[in-house]
């Protein structure tokens, strides 16, 4: 048996006071999903699509749903917001394809127009194929898109482990680092990552000079390091406590036959995969063996205000990327992190502004959606007729105008996430990519 809850995302003004987000969770167990419920839009009687958001809403992933609810629900504030009503289904972690079809199957028969979700790529197929099967569009922020997780169906915005690497592989290759050794993980994601450097090395003409992964239970990293640097070796016979103090000894040293002098360095740049955690460890365990003096190259986890407070001392020339800049100068991006501290009391993150970048994308295909039902084929004005997810075919076999073409219509976007032009069915932007030194990030490049 799989549990599910709804929750009603309602939005209201109150007199005097910025937008309000109110989750309601309703504790009720459900074999099969229900009926939906929907809150009418403080905007008005104009709301007529019904958009599911499936993500989990309960559990320890509650955090970046409610970030990402939080984005989307703000861009309601925006013109063309009253088109929209939201759903939001709890979808637990450890749902499957059966689970995931009952949702689809209900969502089909409640009119909904489109999905959202899932929040990670682990459900990805389930989407996809239920999305393909009740044509229902699927809009993603997931990180992770393989073409055999995706369908006609399934549009994809989010920021990309692959579109990470790529940015830093160029990056790389045009400031003449044509050198570069990998640590990763040997399991999880790490395996594709190494996949991803190789290809984009290759295309770039950068040589990896040597890799090294490590496992879950890895905190001592001078093995992998030993694969990628070659240390000084301690010299036969006993060393004076005068030499050792010079060389920089110490007994776990000594254990290791090697001494702290700056090792042979062979690469130009340095990947460091990882979660916070090894991170943070790789990092100090590089300054405490004195292998410094290059680039090292790390991705979206670096930027995290407290990840550089506790470990900023050793970033001095981190190279990473993200996908979405709290601080830039842009008055898009300005304006939504002023209305959304206001309206949470703390700055937006990147799942939040994807939110908001999505709900966006959603407005502007409801109003060409909306445009196109008034007008009709023909040009007059007309009853928009009630809006059917699936094709329906005329006696000429002219299909009707579906929301689904009305998100493909949706050409470029220009988000707080950077300028998107959709292809195919991926809505294609830059990253920001940051540099750390003395204390300072900078900004080497921008998605606008």
Known sequence: MSEYSISIGRIKKQKGKPIIFTLIFLATVFIILPVLFVLPSAYGKGSTLKI????????????????????????????GGSKINYVTVNLPVNAGATDINYIFTSLSKKGVSAVIGPLFATQLKYFASNSAKFKIPVITPSPFVAKKDASSFTFSYGMTLKQEIRTEIEYAASNGISRISVIYPHNGYGPKLMDYIRHFSSKNGIDIINSTEYDDKTVDFFYNFHSIVKFNKLKKGRLSKAEEAQLGVTPFDLMHGITKVKPHIPFKGLFVIGNPSKLGLILTQLMYY???????FGLSPFDSEHFIEKYGFYMQNAIFTDGFFKYDNDKVVKKFASIYQNNYGKMPNIISAEGYDIGGILIKAAEAFSHREA???SGSSNNPPPFKVQYLMKANNARTYTFYDAILSVKSFRGVCGISRLSGNKFKKGLYLFKYRDNKIYVLKSPF
Do not use: M
């Open 52 to 79: 599911a958001v499936v993500i989990p809403t309960r559990g320890r992933f509650v955090y970046f749903s409610k970030q990402f609810i939080n984005g989307l629900l703000l861009s309601l504030d925006d013109k």
């Open 290 to 296: 004195n292998i410094t003096g290059f680039p090292i």
């Open 375 to 377: 007008v009709g084929p």
